[in-house]
Antibody, heavy 117, light 108 residues
């Protein structure tokens, strides 16, 4: 059974950092495209980052230079390192398996990040 | 970038009725395809339709997708109580991922 379980969300001050984790079971993170998608409170969906085969990442313009996506195949986990956080980064962050260059087939339940002083 | 505009913003219907949701792209596209997602309150999104008309695994056949060019439609033939949710369209198939539409809320 495929499962994605996010963790690491928290209340953080503007300018702070946070690392999100997505523990995966049921498939190997190293063999699939993986993504982070976020949703601000009451708003729509926004893809944040995608990690393609060979470790090549893409980032949305809104987070480029501040966020870094990575994976650890030894513990089958996807990460999102978030630096220089801003209030508009406040959102539920979902990890997802990308089955075809942006087609998000499996989703976790999300982890909430709140950026506020 | 291609912008997806969904309409209406909110659709008020009763169980058993037919729902028709629209998604319009700002321009035609190549090497990209259209998907639909459902998001129930408090839940993660769920993939419903890909390649404009193909149902994802486990999706009931009351959900159907159609369209081409710049105009696409998601139809729910007879609304079940669990279908009252927000629906998003999105383009995929070429990096980076396409943006999502703003969503259509189907409410009772």
């Amino acid at each position: 059974e495929v499962q994605l379980v996010e963790s690491g969300g928290a209340l953080v001050q503007p300018g702070g950092s946070l690392r999100l984790s997505c523990a995966v079971s049921g498939f190997d993170v190293g063999r699939h495209f993986m993504a982070w998608v976020r949703q601000a409170p009451g708003k729509g969906l926004e893809w944040v980052s995608v990690l393609y085969s060979g470790g090549f990442p893409f980032y949305a313009d809104s987070v480029g230079g501040r966020f870094t996506v990575s994976r650890d195949e030894s513990n089958n986990t996807l990460y999102l390192q978030m630096n220089s956080l801003r209030a508009d980064d406040t959102a539920m962050y979902y990890c997802a398996r990308d089955m075809n260059l942006g087609l998000f087939e499996y989703w976790g339940q999300g982890t909430l990040v709140i950026v506020s002083s | 970038d291609i912008v997806l505009t969904q309409s209406p913003g909110t659709l008020s219907l009763s169980p058993g009725e037919r729902a028709t949701l629209a998604c319009r792209a700002s321009q035609t596209f190549t090497n990209r395809f259209l998907a639909w997602y459902q998001q129930r309150p408090g839940q993660a999104p769920r993939l419903l339709i890909y390649s404009a008309s193909r149902r994802a695994t486990g999706i009931p056949d009351r959900f159907s997708g159609s369209g081409s060019g710049t105009d696409f439609t998601l139809t729910i033939s007879r609304l079940e109580p669990e279908d009252f949710a927000v629906y998003y369209c999105q383009l995929y198939g070429s990096p980076p991922p396409g943006t999502f539409g703003q969503g259509t809320k189907v409410e009772i």
